[in-house]
């Protein structure tokens, strides 16, 4: 029997977003008791007095009893086996600051579609070096997830990934529910570097959307970006695309391009449409996790930038004040 986790082991979620609040939603299903950190006053309140979080997925309805509210991380952590991170990646540090109770007994799992802005680390890298986790101790969510749809129940495929298959599934009996149905895989790198490369290219196609290009170009954008994500998760693989499941990688790129819910989507058709980049960040009201993923770009891999025209694309429009029509512009001839 596995001593750090077993069905029995009681759940945390440390961040209040919208992520956060539906994935709370669904362990409430489950769960008899769920752990929450939430450190905003006023979201706190709402959750106490009215049973909802007034700043994200406003009208999804919790029974209160099956939550343990705290703004004390060390609370929430110290009473918990299995400890779900869903806040933006640039602010975990943040959310982790106060943190005294070790992780080394606990399952983490990785909600976060990001990477740690000041370190150029992918989060589950983040947390087995600083926390000393080993990889069997985390667990990454990855697929199309968008919170809006899962927070309202509507069937939703969701991919585990954790180098002990028996843990993911535990997780994943954790989130079961009539909507969600589960996938597991080994296989982390590959699945967390996909869910955070497939953002970068959700800018570029809000982009072209915003600039008023057509379905014609943007299929072809898309296309591209598929074979150029691949080729930066294994570029011994582009051309033997079978090795990798369409519903773990190509499901989770195709809903952040094309889904109104994407904030990277959105993001990049504000810049399209002639807004700064800066004026653009400013009105988003949620973090998009591919400004800063795509900051990481040159670091990655310097010898394949020449190979990368669309995140490159990315890199210079977000980062380099490139003027973003004329990067598209010169981005329309690399494009097969």
Same mark, same amino acid.
């Given at each position: 029997?596995?001593?750090?986790?077993?069905?029995?082991?009681?759940?945390?979620?440390? +961040?209040?977003?919208?992520?956060?609040?539906?994935?709370? =939603?669904?362990?409430?299903?489950?769960?008899?008791?769920?752990?929450?950190?939430?450190?905003?006053?006023?979201?706190? @309140?709402? *959750?106490?007095? @009215? +049973?909802?979080?007034?700043?994200?997925?406003?009208?999804? @309805?919790?029974?209160?009893?099956?939550?343990?509210?705290?703004?004390?991380?060390?609370?929430?952590?110290?009473?918990?086996?299995?400890?779900?991170?869903?806040?933006?990646?640039?602010?975990?540090?943040?959310?982790?600051?106060?943190? =005294?109770?070790?992780?080394?007994?606990?399952?983490?799992?990785?909600?976060?579609?990001?990477?740690?802005?000041?370190?150029?680390?992918?989060?589950?890298?983040?947390?087995?070096?600083?926390?000393?986790?080993?990889?069997?101790?985390?667990?990454?969510?990855?697929?199309?997830?968008?919170?809006?749809?899962?927070?309202?129940?509507?069937?939703?495929?969701?991919?585990?990934?954790?180098? !002990?298959?028996?843990?993911?599934? !535990?997780? +994943?009996?954790?989130? =079961?529910?009539?909507? *969600?149905?589960?996938?597991?895989?080994?296989?982390?790198?590959?699945? @967390?570097?996909?869910?955070?490369?497939?953002?970068?290219?959700?800018?570029?196609?809000?982009?072209?959307?915003?600039?008023?290009?057509?379905?014609?170009?943007?299929?072809?954008?898309?296309?591209?970006?598929?074979?150029? $994500?691949?080729?930066?998760?294994?570029?011994?693989?582009?051309?033997? *695309?079978? =090795?990798?499941?369409?519903?773990?990688?190509?499901?989770?790129?195709?809903?952040?391009?094309?889904?109104?819910?994407?904030?990277?989507?959105?993001?990049?058709?504000?810049?399209?449409?002639?807004?700064?980049?800066?004026?653009?960040?400013?009105?988003?009201? $949620?973090?998009?996790?591919?400004?800063?993923?795509?900051?990481?770009?040159?670091?990655?891999?310097?010898?394949?930038?020449?190979? *990368?025209?669309?995140?490159?694309?990315?890199?210079?429009?977000?980062?380099?004040?490139?003027?973003?029509?004329?990067?598209?512009?010169?981005?329309?001839?690399?494009?097969?």
């Amino acid at each position: 029997m596995d001593t750090l986790i077993q069905n029995t082991s009681r759940c945390a979620v440390i +961040g209040h977003g919208s992520w956060a609040t539906a994935l709370v =939603k669904v362990l409430t299903m489950n769960e008899p008791s769920v752990g929450w950190f939430v450190h905003t006053p006023e979201v706190l @309140e709402s *959750l106490r007095t @009215e +049973g909802r979080n007034c700043r994200y997925l406003a009208d999804v @309805e919790f029974d209160m009893s099956r939550i343990k509210l705290s703004d004390d991380v060390n609370e929430t952590v110290a009473n918990a086996d299995i400890i779900f991170l869903v806040t933006p990646a640039a602010y975990l540090k943040g959310y982790l600051s106060d943190l =005294k109770v070790s992780l080394k007994d606990k399952m983490v799992v990785s909600s976060i579609k990001g990477i740690i802005p000041e370190e150029n680390q992918f989060v589950t890298d983040y947390l087995k070096q600083h926390y000393g986790l080993s990889g069997g101790q985390v667990c990454f969510i990855g697929g199309p997830t968008h919170a809006e749809e899962v927070g309202h129940g509507r069937l939703t495929y969701m991919t585990l990934a954790c180098s !002990i298959p028996s843990r993911a599934r !535990i997780v +994943g009996e954790k989130l =079961k529910t009539p909507f *969600l149905r589960m996938n597991y895989v080994r296989n982390m790198r590959y699945l @967390e570097r996909s869910a955070v490369l497939k953002n970068i290219y959700a800018v570029m196609v809000g982009m072209a959307v915003g600039m008023g290009y057509g379905d014609n170009f943007i299929s072809v954008l898309v296309s591209n970006c598929i074979k150029e $994500m691949y080729f930066l998760l294994d570029p011994q693989s582009v051309n033997d *695309l079978t =090795k990798f499941d369409p519903s773990n990688f190509f499901g989770d790129l195709l809903v952040s391009c094309y889904s109104s819910h994407s904030r990277n989507r959105q993001l990049g058709m504000l810049i399209g449409r002639g807004n700064t980049v800066k004026t653009a960040l400013n009105e988003m009201t $949620m973090v998009a996790e591919g400004y800063f993923a795509s900051a990481m770009l040159p670091f990655l891999s310097k010898e394949q930038q020449a190979q *990368l025209p669309i995140a490159m694309t990315a890199y210079q429009v977000l980062h380099q004040d490139k003027q973003a029509r004329k990067a598209m512009k010169e981005l329309e001839s690399l494009l097969l």
